[in-house]
């Protein structure tokens, strides 16, 4: 299901009138033509509309994805559950589809996490890790601003860094867990970042 299509069936499934989902952002005929795959909207409208519809652009794409998870959280799950099982071939597997991935489309989720796994096979091999030339490592040490991708990359991968690393990066994804404190997902996450810098740091 596209996004236009999934507007459309929340519309109608809630009964909000045409009228109420637009308001003043846009023409009944500028909805018509969005909803029927002829034209996109502004990001502006776009967010208004999803407003008016009550609904997160999570959801909306939880239900465009036939109720599934994104590629993301699919590959992220996959990862979870092969590093507690301690699955080195499928570690090694999911390593290679996503440097396969990354090689085809250079989403840079899929070299993110490429490098994660790396860590985490590391871990389980109980060998080292040149965290210098991770490339997951690279990007949390030079980025400067945090969203929750960050935090759950950082939670995930912490363990291989060393003290001074955990000095220079923890004090930024602290600073933003301020910001996002009232959204459950972030919150979840600033409080197993705190506990597993804890862990971390007793570790060393």
Not at 127 to 149: A, G, I, M, P, Q
Request: net charge negative.
């Amino acid at each position: 299901m596209e996004i236009y299509e999934a507007v459309a069936t929340l519309r109608k499934d809630k009964n909000i009138k045409i009228e109420e989902a637009i308001g003043n952002s846009m023409s009944r005929a500028s909805f018509n033509r969005y909803i029927n795959g002829k034209t996109d909207l502004y990001t502006s409208h776009f967010l208004e509309l999803l407003e008016k519809l009550h609904v997160s652009l999570e959801e909306i794409e939880f239900m465009c994805n036939g109720y599934t998870d994104n590629v993301e959280k699919q590959l992220m799950k996959e990862l979870k559950h092969a590093f507690e099982d301690q699955n080195i071939h499928e570690l090694t597997f999911i390593l290679q589809h996503c440097r396969n991935e990354y090689a085809i489309d250079k989403n840079v989720l899929h070299n993110h996490l490429a490098s994660l796994t790396e860590v985490l096979l590391a871990r389980v091999e109980h060998k080292n890790v040149d965290l210098k030339e991770n490339e997951l490592y690279k990007y949390l040490v030079k980025t400067e601003t945090w969203t929750r991708y960050e935090l759950v990359m950082f939670n995930n991968s912490m363990f291989y860094f060393d003290a001074e690393a955990l000095k220079q990066i923890l004090p930024k994804a602290i600073n933003k867990l301020a910001y996002y404190k009232e959204i459950n997902p972030y919150a979840n996450e600033g409080f197993r970042l705190l506990i597993n810098a804890i862990i971390a740091f007793i570790r060393r």
